[in-house]
Nanobody, 117 residues
Framework: QVQLVESGGGLVQAGGSLRLSCAAS????????MSWYRQAPGKQRELVAT???????NYADSVKGRFTISRDNAKNTVYLQMNSLNAEDTAVYYC???????????WGQGTQVTVSS
């Protein structure tokens, strides 16, 4: 089992920045991928960014150039630095952990990000 605890959400004005954190604990395997997803009201959950234990990253087109995903493997923590936020970024952001090569995944409880225009 893996437990994920997110933090860092909140209310920010358009153009502002926020940094989300997700701390993982439990049965963490060295080869893994950690991701941020988001779900806005009335919309499906979508992938925002992924980073593997080796440091490879992938971003949704909508956040490229504005968001940066990073991780501290020693702390089993992943971060999402969000800059130039706009109203379309308003959503609940979820952390996801997946062991590479396996289907099973774990989710955090989510943290609300609200961008006021």
């Amino acid at each position: 089992q893996v437990q994920l605890v997110e933090s860092g959400g909140g209310l920010v004005q358009a153009g502002g920045s926020l940094r989300l954190s997700c701390a993982a604990s439990g049965s963490i395997f060295s080869r893994n991928a950690m991701s941020w997803y988001r779900q806005a009201p009335g919309k499906q959950r979508e992938l925002v960014a992924t980073i593997t234990s080796g440091g490879s990253t992938n971003y949704a087109d909508s956040v490229k150039g504005r968001f940066t995903i990073s991780r501290d493997n020693a702390k089993n923590t992943v971060y999402l630095q969000m800059n130039s936020l706009n109203a379309e970024d308003t959503a609940v952001y979820y952390c996801n952990y997946r062991r590479l090569g396996f289907v099973e995944a774990y989710w955090g409880q989510g943290t609300q990000v609200t961008v006021s225009s």
